[in-house]
């Protein structure tokens, strides 16, 4: 469960809690699979549950399992 968090927190480059689609993005980068923004949004999209267009913990814990 924590590690969970302190990857969410690695993600989430402004500490809003949230992880938008340019952090994806850079998340992506880092990983050495660049995505194009459209990609990221899409991927958004799949995880975000409650529509607000952010990943908040409990969506990317989701994810996760
Ligand atoms: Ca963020
Ligand atoms: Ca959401």
């Given at each position: 469960?924590?590690?969970?968090?302190?990857?969410?927190?690695?993600?989430?480059?402004d500490d809003d809690g949230r992880i938008s689609a340019v952090e994806l993005v850079r998340l992506m980068e880092v990983l050495g699979r660049p995505v194009t923004l459209e990609a990221a949004q899409e991927g958004v999209r799949k995880l975000d549950k409650d529509g607000d267009g952010l990943i908040d913990v409990e969506e990317f814990r989701a994810f996760l399992q």
């Amino acid at each position: 469960m924590s590690d969970h968090v302190t990857t969410f927190d690695l993600i989430d480059a402004d500490d809003d809690g949230r992880i938008s689609a340019v952090e994806l993005v850079r998340l992506m980068e880092v990983l050495g699979r660049p995505v194009t923004l459209e990609a990221a949004q899409e991927g958004v999209r799949k995880l975000d549950k409650d529509g607000d267009g952010l990943i908040d913990v409990e969506e990317f814990r989701a994810f996760l399992q």
